[in-house]
């Protein structure tokens, strides 16, 4: 898959140092933040981690709360955490019907050329590449609630570029916003779940993007959800791992008794221990084709 370049100057590069460090680069004019960890101990050619904050986060948020920095020190991993913008009230969307916060653009467009979000990952895609020179078959994706959201819409524009991802407290919604279906309870499984009182029957299209079958791609991906998410039912992890596996994904569900909208310090161990299993092989021809429904 070639993604078109934007229609804009992208400008920025990251600056080569060990440690932690906040950056900036350009996208249609706005200055856009990014979070880095170079690991000071890694091989020429690291493997590394794009990394995507839930709903008002922040780059270094995610890279705390996740337990992120520990796991890269030790095993050389350099992390790369975009930061969303503050939307305005101008563009509301399933997961955000107010608007006035900060969150990721998941949608109408998947055009990097007119997604400035996606034009963000892509830039930091390139510069990261320029700066730190990572694995090709080791690049890895992971996000938080909305950045759940929006790296399922990133896996799907820039299929070719990782090896795997996690995802926790995301999904895939067919209700008409993600406060539509509060469903909860407690199960060792989806099946076990859905036998429960409360199950929620929304048939509406996918949201934020249709999971689709491609010759010749896979994505090995880790589901992480609380049973008992009061914002983001689990029932969406579930449905997504429904259109993960009729697409011929590798699947791997992690349901957390209990637990409500959080992100574990534990997350990027899990992640990490699920990534190692997995590279990248060299891009072929890949072919959208429709899933099995």
């Known amino acids: 898959m070639v993604?078109?370049?934007?229609?804009?100057?992208?400008?920025?590069?990251?600056?080569?140092?060990?440690?932690r460090s906040q950056t900036q680069?350009?996208?249609?004019?706005?200055?856009?933040?990014?979070?880095?960890?170079?690991?000071?101990?890694r091989d020429e050619h690291p493997p590394m981690v794009l990394l995507l904050h839930g709903t008002n986060g922040s780059g270094g948020q995610v890279i705390d709360e996740s337990g992120a920095e520990r796991v890269a020190e030790a095993q050389g991993v350099v992390l790369v955490a975009p930061v969303a913008r503050w939307r305005d009230g101008q563009y509301p969307d399933f997961d955000h019907p107010r608007a006035e916060e900060t969150y990721w653009e998941t949608g109408p467009s998947h055009d990097p050329a007119q997604n400035h979000d996606l034009a963000l990952v892509a830039q930091s895609l390139e510069a990261a590449t320029q700066a730190f020179h990572p694995d090709p078959s080791r690049v890895f994706l992971a996000g938080h609630s909305n950045g759940a959201f929006f790296a399922l819409v990133v896996a799907t524009v820039f299929r070719e570029r990782f090896a795997a991802m996690a995802l926790n407290a995301g999904g895939v919604v067919r209700c008409p916003t993600t406060a539509s279906c509060h469903f909860r309870g407690r199960g060792t499984s989806c099946h076990a779940l859905r036998a429960l009182p409360g199950w929620c029957p929304c048939a509406g299209p996918p949201l934020p993007v249709a999971v689709t079958a491609v010759a010749g791609w896979t994505l090995p991906t880790l589901l992480v959800h609380g049973t008992d998410d009061p914002l983001i039912s689990v029932q969406y992890a579930c449905d997504l791992a429904d259109d993960l596996?009729?697409?011929?994904?590798?699947?791997?569900?992690?349901?957390?008794?209990?637990?409500?909208?959080?992100?574990?310090?534990?997350?990027?161990?899990?992640?990490?221990?699920?990534?190692?299993?997995?590279?990248?092989?060299?891009?072929?021809?890949?072919?959208d084709t429709p899933t099995a429904r």
């Open 3 to 19: 993604v078109p370049a934007p229609p804009w100057p992208s400008a920025g590069a990251f600056p080569v140092r060990d440690g």
């Open 245 to 287: 596996t009729r697409a011929g994904h590798p699947v791997r569900m992690s349901l957390r008794q209990g637990e409500g909208h959080v992100l574990a310090e534990t997350f990027f161990r899990d992640a990490w221990a699920f990534f190692q299993g997995s590279r990248r092989a060299a891009p072929a021809a890949l072919v």
């Open 25 to 41: 680069l350009t996208i249609a004019g706005e200055a856009r933040d990014v979070e880095l960890f170079v690991p000071a101990r």
